[in-house]
């Protein structure tokens, strides 16, 4: 049987997202969900109302009553599934991707993302021509739902101290990667009393402003910006507004595991609990939750891992190292915005710019690379690897997700990547020095495995 999903729904170029594709993927999951309300809603590239109305026809034609969002961001989506308890969502986004691709992600009850080893039924569905098809006189209507987007704002600054923000007036730089995020950061903060300057603002599928994944060299303008308004802090997002990064006052870039570590920080001091998180995540996080009598609880790189787990756990916070961060009081999603008022109020409430907040966590250092791999020999060489890495003196090791090795001083991983024919090596050590021995020696242990597959 053929598989599509990878660690949070289907994502490809168009010539796997054909609509016929899309329309039978839709009613497959439809079937799946045995029916009821779906939310579906796009981010901002160029084949999004193709794709959507692909996927809206094969729900329909399953049974579903479809609630039709428009243009949104993914968290924003994800909010509303748990708020409305529909029975699922479809978020058309291919998330930090270039534009000419695009996905399906998937979630059911509660907004959680469908995993890959639950959605194997779904493919079975597909693959064997078993969706559910609704008779004339019984299809659900397709209903426009409009106010989304100031439903999620409005739950937002409920949890926010929007008096401290409101008090300390902030100036930010707002970089929106012509995605979703320009119909909704820049009026959130606005309402917040924040002084707000735009870049990349308007929608564009062609993402012209900037590449949509918001790395160190994709927000130079942010950085640059940030320093000559003398800006209090730049933030920026992905095209469908999960990821965020923040850049300091200084123009200093901060890398996504500080913000998850300082907000995981700010929760320890309201709520004590369990923090989940990928395997991939730096010691700086576990370091934080730790420190605020927390416990950090491991799962398998990839978004409805992390959901999950917090689901079961009944978790106060969850996130990975690119920047995402779960907020359960809102939905089982990574949400940008809830990330980016967060991290503003702790600068308000504290009365300390955001160098000296990151300045304030445990500093490490990391390294990372990858191995091409054959996809043939992908499951062998991981097998491989797990026996050899896990006789290793000195180091524990965790077998949830390739294997990562911990060491007094530092730690590394080799994991097999979800969406390409690659195995994945990174490194983390309290010195860049140890940071780069560790990912020399386990990078070429990896591909001596794999030499021999």
């Not at 799946?32 to 084949?47: A, E, N, W």
């Not at 913000?259 to 370091?287: I, P, Q």
């Not at 503003?344 to 304030?360: D, G, H, N, T, W």
């Not at 983390?428 to 591909?447: H, I, M, N, P």
Request: one cysteine or more; a neutral charge; aromatic letters at 8%.
């Amino acid at each position: 049987m053929a598989r599509y999903f990878g660690t949070y729904g289907i994502r490809g170029t168009l010539d796997l997202l054909a609509p016929e594709f899309v329309s039978g993927m839709a009613a497959a999951f439809a079937t799946y969900l045995g029916g009821g309300t779906v939310v579906i809603g796009t981010d901002t590239r160029t084949s999004r109302d193709m794709v959507k109305s692909a996927a809206v026809s094969g729900l329909l034609s399953a049974g579903c009553e479809v609630l039709d969002v428009g243009v949104a961001p993914s968290p924003t989506i994800e909010f509303l599934v748990k708020r409305l308890k529909a029975a699922g969502g479809i978020i058309v986004t291919a998330s930090h991707n270039p534009p000419e691709w695009n996905a399906l992600k998937f979630m059911g009850k509660d907004g959680i993302g469908i995993t890959k080893e639950r959605s194997e039924r779904i493919e079975a569905l597909f693959g064997e021509k078993k969706q559910a098809r609704a008779a004339w006189d019984r299809i659900k209507p397709l209903t426009r739902y409009d106010g989304a987007i100031r439903e999620h704002q409005e739950e937002i600054l409920r949890h926010a101290d929007a008096k401290a923000i409101a008090k300390r007036a902030p100036s930010l730089v707002l970089d929106c990667g012509n995605g979703v995020a320009g119909a909704f950061a820049p009026e959130l903060f606005v309402r917040l009393g924040c002084k707000v300057v735009t870049l990349n603002a308007q929608a564009d599928g062609f993402f012209p402003g900037r590449n949509s994944e918001p790395t160190k060299d994709n927000v130079s303008d942010l950085i640059a910006s940030v320093t000559a308004l003398h800006a209090d802090a730049g933030i920026a997002w992905d095209g469908d507004g999960d990821r965020v990064i923040f850049v300091d006052e200084h123009g200093g870039y901060v890398w996504g595991d500080k913000s998850f570590a300082l907000c995981a920080k700010m929760r320890m001091r309201e709520k004590t609990g369990t923090v989940v998180t990928t395997v991939a995540t730096g010691n700086v996080v576990k370091d934080a939750v730790e420190a605020g009598g927390g416990k950090l609880e491991y799962v398998v790189v990839g978004a409805p891992y992390i959901a999950e787990k917090m689901a079961e756990l009944d978790s106060v916070l969850g996130g990975e190292e690119v920047g995402g961060v779960v907020w359960p009081e809102l939905s089982w999603g990574k949400d940008g915005f809830m990330t980016a008022v967060k991290v503003v109020e702790e600068m308000c409430v504290s009365k300390r710019p955001l160098s000296a907040l990151i300045a304030s966590l445990p500093e490490y250092f990391n390294a990372k690379s990858k191995v091409a791999c054959d996809g043939k020999v992908k499951q062998a060489a991981l097998d491989a690897i797990r026996r050899e890495f896990c006789a290793e003196q000195g180091a524990k090791a965790i077998t949830i997700d390739g294997v990562r090795l911990d060491f007094p001083d530092g730690w590394v991983i080799a994991r097999a990547s979800g969406t390409e024919e690659y195995f994945r090596v990174f490194s983390e050590a309290k010195t860049q020095e140890r940071a780069d021995g560790l990912l020399a020696t386990y990078k070429r242990r990896v591909e001596e495995i794999l030499a021999r597959s």
